[in-house]
């Protein structure tokens, strides 16, 4: 059983910046397998960072140069480093896990608010 927990959203100034955590609960293999993803107001869910499975990273093109996306396996975190920020980025952000055989189980955290906003 696999839980997952937001941090660190709140309200920042364009151009300011946040970072944001994901902690996993429970036994996971790999934060390889967390991603990031945001939804703005009646806008589906989109992706915003994760890793490849070559081990790199991948970032949606309206936040490429501004936002990176790290973890730490020991503590079974991710996070997002979101710099330069833009009210475009305003959104709930949720961490993603898939996990289980095949990695066909999916696992929602329950958003955290970021809002940009002079």
């Known amino acids: 059983q696999v839980q997952l927990v937001e941090s660190g959203g709140g309200l920042v100034q364009p151009g300011g910046s946040l970072r944001l955590s994901c902690a996993a609960s429970?036994?996971?293999?790999?934060?390889?397998?967390m991603a990031w993803y945001r939804q703005a107001p009646g806008k589906g869910r989109e992706l915003v960072a994760r890793?490849?499975?070559?081990?790199?990273?991948n970032y949606a093109d309206s936040v490429k140069g501004r936002f990176t996306i790290s973890g730490d396996n020991a503590k079974s975190t991710v996070y997002l480093q979101m710099d330069d920020l833009k009210p475009e980025d305003t959104a709930v952000y949720y961490c993603?896990?898939?996990?289980?055989?095949?990695?066909?189980?999916?696992?929602w955290g329950r958003g955290t608010q970021v809002t940009v906003s002079s």
């Open positions: 890793f490849t499975s070559g081990g790199s990273t």
């Open positions: 993603n896990l898939r996990h289980g055989v095949g990695l066909s189980t999916t696992y």
């Open positions: 429970g036994s996971i293999f790999s934060i390889n397998n």
